[in-house]
Structure formats: structure tokens, C-alpha cells
């Protein structure tokens, strides 16, 4: 059916690759091109509970696989969305629930009920340039995403790294950092594909389709928008798994100053007490002399100099700084 309309209205219809490719739920994102349409397949980065089969879009979603970590990126949806932009048409394959095509097809149709630029909204000049917009929110959703995201690993974070408490949520922390690298790696598919749809620009020539030189130059300008808006969210990613990987090292970092700490404090004491074992040895040697052993006050005498021994060492240590209480 959908062929059919495409065959009516543009004179042409899908390859039957493209097809098998705009349903393919596993396909990163990508560019390509024919001589009667472009291809452009963005996976998108929104809120989202887990990803749609677009091969039954109108089922409920189900969750293959349960993991820890934030909640944010637990409900970050990565399905594809794809655009076949045409001449006149531009057609998407997108999965159930998809807020952002629904948002924009709504400010669309008020706006062109209004005949007029309502709420600041231009109506776009060709279908790419629709392709663009729904793009562009499409990434400004993540980014939208992005506080909630750096907050709740800030938590982690200070959970890591707090001096008292036992970090035991590892497999939360390992969840985290995969997630984080599977989000850098389908930014980089993001801009791959949009760098491409650019040099594809390049060859493209001002006519009717395209709404003129001057409509060909704010396509090239908003699709270079596009592309830094996702360059700046590979930035964020990227500073974020660079945070998790700084916070488990300085966690680490942490628990050998705290062990080293400990055997300095165990080594002090055997210090003190070496010197009351040594003499401790001495008066327990089988002698028949030993001086003091036959006093009456020798036994206070040992004691005496055995407890200033220890405080003497003790007051010597402390000054050296090596019982120094460590801060929390």
C-alpha cells in the first residue's frame, strides 16, 4: 500500500533493500542515497521504557533484559527511526509511542491550519528540511535528558567516593559505563550519517525541489546545526564515562590510602611495644642474677620504665605525625 502511494506520488518506490532496512531493528544509524531518493535511518535518544520491534509497531514493547544503573539511562529508548526523503514526500518509519514526530506533526498541522507562522513556527521549504527538523528535536531530546543524567551519576559518585560507607553496587557502576559507551557509540553513527547527508548536499543543485538557492543554503546551514548539536552530545558522553572512569579510580586511589594508613598505624604500635617485649625478655631469662628481679620495688621499677618508654615513643611518633588521625 505504502508503495503504491509512492509510486503515485513520486513516480517511484523503494528498493526492496531499503525497505528490509528501514524495519530492521538492529540497523545503526546511517546514510544512503539513489537517484530518486535518500535514505537517512537516526536512532533516536529519549525518555522511553525499552525499544519498539518495528515489525509489530503496534505491540506493546517488552524488555529482553533487566539491568541496574541509573534510572535515566535505563529509560533512554534507542530505536531506529528512519526517513526516506523524496522529491515531495518525505516517509518515516518510526516506533510506537514516538513523542517527538507526534509533537511535530501537531505544530505543523496548527500552523497550516492558521495559514500563517503560528507560535514562531516557519513551515519547512522541502521535505529534507522536515527530515532536519524532526532530527534536530529528535537530538535536543537527549539533551533535554542530559541534567537528570549527570545528576544521578554525581550520586553514584559521591556514593563511591564517601569515606564511610562501603561501595558495594559495582554491578550498578558496570552497567553505567556500558551504557555510557553504547551511547557514544551510536552518537558517532549519528554523526557519521549526518556528515554524510552533508557531503550529499554538496552535490545537490537549487531548483524547484529544493526551493531555490536560497532554501538549498538553509538546508545546508540547519543540517551543520544538526551536526553540532550531536557533536555536543558526544562531548557530554564522553565527559560523563570520563567522570565514571576518574570517580572508580579515585575510589581505588582512596582504599590504599586508607589501607596504607592502617599499617601505619599497626606498624607504630608494633614500635611502641617492641622495646616492653624486649624487656619483657630480658626478665624472663633463666638467670640466677638478673638485676631488680630480688627488690622488693623491682617490679615497679620495670613497670615504670616500660610506661615511659611507651608514652615517650608514642609523644615521638605523634610529632612525626605518623598517628596523626586521618580526616574523613
Known sequence: MV??????????????????????????????????????????????????????????????????????????????????????VVLTVHPAGCGVLDQYASRLLASASSGLRSAGVHLPTSPADLMLRVVNQMVEGYLELRRELTRQLDHMQAELLHPKTRFTNWGSLLDARMSLHQLDDICEDHRSAVLDWIESLESWEPDEDTGGHRSLELLRVRSRD????????????????????????????????????????????????????????????????????????????????????????????????????SRG
Open 3 to 88: 508503495q503504491a502511494v509512492l509510486q503515485r506520488l513520486c513516480n517511484t518506490a523503494l528498493v526492496d533493500l531499503h525497505v528490509s532496512d528501514l524495519l530492521n531493528q538492529q540497523l545503526p544509524s546511517h546514510f544512503d542515497y539513489t537517484s530518486r531518493y535518500d535514505i537517512l535511518v537516526f536512532r533516536r535518544l529519549a525518555a522511553g521504557q525499552s525499544e519498539t520491534d518495528l515489525t509489530r509497531p503496534d505491540e506493546p514493547p517488552t524488555r529482553k533484559n533487566k539491568c541496574s544503573g541509573p534510572p535515566v539511562l535505563r529509560r533512554i529508548d534507542t530505536s531506529p527511526v528512519g526517513f526516506a526523503v523524496f522529491d515531495r
Open 226 to 325: 544538526v551536526l553540532e548539536h550531536i557533536e555536543r552530545v558526544v562531548r557530554h558522553v564522553r565527559r560523563l564515562e570520563q567522570n565514571v572512569e576518574t570517580a572508580v579510580q579515585m575510589h581505588f586511589s582512596a582504599q590504599g590510602n586508607r589501607a596504607n594508613d592502617i599499617m601505619r598505624t599497626l606498624t607504630v604500635l608494633t614500635a611502641i611495644f617492641l622495646p616492653l617485649n624486649l624487656i619483657a625478655g630480658l626478665f624472663g631469662m633463666n638467670f640466677d642474677f638478673i638485676p631488680l628481679i630480688h627488690q622488693q620495688n623491682g617490679f615497679w621499677w620495670t613497670m615504670g620504665s616500660m610506661g615511659l618508654i611507651a608514652v615517650g615513643l608514642s609523644v615521638f611518633f605523634w610529632r612525626k605525625r605518623y598517628l596523626e588521625r
